[in-house]
Each structure stands twice: as structure tokens, then as C-alpha cells.
Nanobody, 121 residues
Framework: QVQLVESGGGLVQAGGSLRLSCAAS????????MAWYRQAPGKQRELVAR???????YYVDSVKGRFTISRDNAKNTVYLQMNSLEPEDTAVYYC???????????????WGQGTQVTVSS
């Protein structure tokens, strides 16, 4: 079993900053890819940022230059630093991890519980 715990969401004014964290624990052999998705009301879930085991990073165009994804392999944690937040960033943010399960070659996807980010204008 693998558990993901997200933290760091909240309410912030436009132009402000928030830092999301997602810590994984449990039967983990290796964390492959780590990512953050978001889902705004009435919209599909979209990939915001992704970092793989080689450190290769992807950002959706709308957050480039404002958001930074990073990972701490020792802590099995992924972060999303969000600066210059805009009302359009308001959404529920979900972390995603692709994990090789301990003592096996099984690879599985895991999702965090979601954390609300609200940016007021």
C-alpha cells in the first residue's frame, strides 16, 4: 500500500504565492514520475507540471515562468511552488506519482486527495 498526503492549498490574492507538497509513504521501491494536475469547476483535469526520474520537467504553457516543480527523493516528496498566482489558477490540485512497488516490478499510478487553491482578484 502507498499513501499520498497533500498539503499547502488555500486562499490567496492575485499575485501571491503558495507551495504545495505531496509526500508518499508505504511500499515504494522507486518513484518514477511525479506530477501535479488541476481541475477547475466545469473543466477537465489538466496536467500542470511533471518531473521524471531523470529530472526532466514539463510545464503547461499557462504556468511557465510562474510555477516550479521539484522533488526530494530522500523524502519521497514532490513540491509545486506557485508564484504570481492568477484567478485562472483557481482549482483543486492533485499530485500524481508513478511508483514501482516494493519487492516487485509492478508499476502503479497513485493520486493525492486533492487540495483547493483559490486565487481572488
Amino acid at each position: 500500500q502507498v499513501q499520498l498526503v497533500e498539503s499547502g492549498g488555500g486562499l490567496v490574492q492575485a499575485g501571491g504565492s503558495l507551495r504545495l507538497s505531496c509526500a508518499a509513504s508505504g511500499s515504494i521501491r522507486r518513484i518514477n514520475a511525479m506530477a501535479w494536475y488541476r481541475q477547475a469547476p466545469g473543466k477537465q483535469r489538466e496536467l500542470v507540471a511533471r518531473i521524471d526520474s531523470l529530472g526532466i520537467i514539463y510545464y503547461v504553457d499557462s504556468v511557465k515562468g510562474r510555477f516550479t516543480i521539484s522533488r526530494d527523493n530522500a523524502k519521497n516528496t514532490v513540491y509545486l511552488q506557485m508564484n504570481s498566482l492568477e484567478p485562472e489558477d483557481t482549482a483543486v490540485y492533485y499530485c500524481y506519482l508513478n511508483i514501482t512497488v516494493a519487492y516487485s516490478t509492478t508499476v502503479r499510478d497513485y493520486w493525492g486527495q486533492g487540495t483547493q487553491v483559490t486565487v481572488s482578484s
